[in-house]
DNA sequence: CGTATTTGACCAGCGC
DNA sequence: GCGCTGGTCAAATACG
């Protein structure tokens, strides 16, 4: 899958976390091989461009961390440095026990905010968030039936970065338009 | 004219 | 409680 950024004219290209094919039918469960429907930058893009975006940290980022470490050497080498911000996590890192969703955070240099992932969204909500001059975007999977959401805004003091949480599992296959 | 987006209102959780 | 904050709803608007 190929993405065009027309502001930097950069085309990216995106591949599938690899893993075995996974059981829709029991959405939330603990398992870390359940992330094989999001979409990571190609490893050639890794190690300057993006990572794994620590600050959501619960149960569930750990297992989301842990499955891209082994599944992609790459990623997890880069690891997750950059962090300037992560006073954000303060309060969501103790409520652990809350209902674990899958939730995945990415890092990703990009002049434009929405990167076709290969799902149809469509927008809900705007919100101006605390310690951010940027808004934070919500979107929801417009395939019906799916729940899943996304939420998209920029980085505090690193305007290149766009940072895209996915929360949930597709309960239906990619469009195929790529 | 049907569908997507915008945007203020509304709501729920949490700390005080 | 109350107020702040983040997340969602929905009516109005824009858009094709």
Not at 125 to 151: D, F, I, Q
């Amino acid at each position: 899958m190929n993405v065009y950024d027309p502001v930097s004219n950069k085309s990216y290209s995106y591949r599938s976390v690899d893993s075995p094919a996974i059981d829709y039918d029991v959405p939330h469960q603990q398992n870390s091989k359940s992330f094989d429907n999001f979409f990571v930058l190609d490893e050639s893009m890794n190690e300057d461009h993006t990572s794994i975006v620590p600050e959501y940290e619960d149960h569930t980022l750990a297992y989301a961390s842990a499955a891209f470490d082994e599944g992609s050497p790459s990623i997890g080498s880069s690891s997750i440095p950059l962090q300037g911000n992560s006073n954000v996590g303060g309060t969501g890192m103790r409520q652990a026990q809350r209902a674990t969703k899958e939730k995945v955070a990415f890092r990703t240099e990009s002049q434009v905010e929405v990167l076709d992932d290969g799902f149809k969204w469509r927008k809900y909500g705007k919100k101006m968030v605390k310690n951010s001059p940027n808004p934070r975007n919500y979107y929801r999977c417009s395939a019906e039936g799916c729940s899943v959401k996304k939420r998209v805004e920029r980085d505090v003091e690193d305007a290149r970065y766009v940072i895209t949480t996915y929360e949930g599992v597709h309960n239906h296959l990619r469009p195929s338009n790529f």
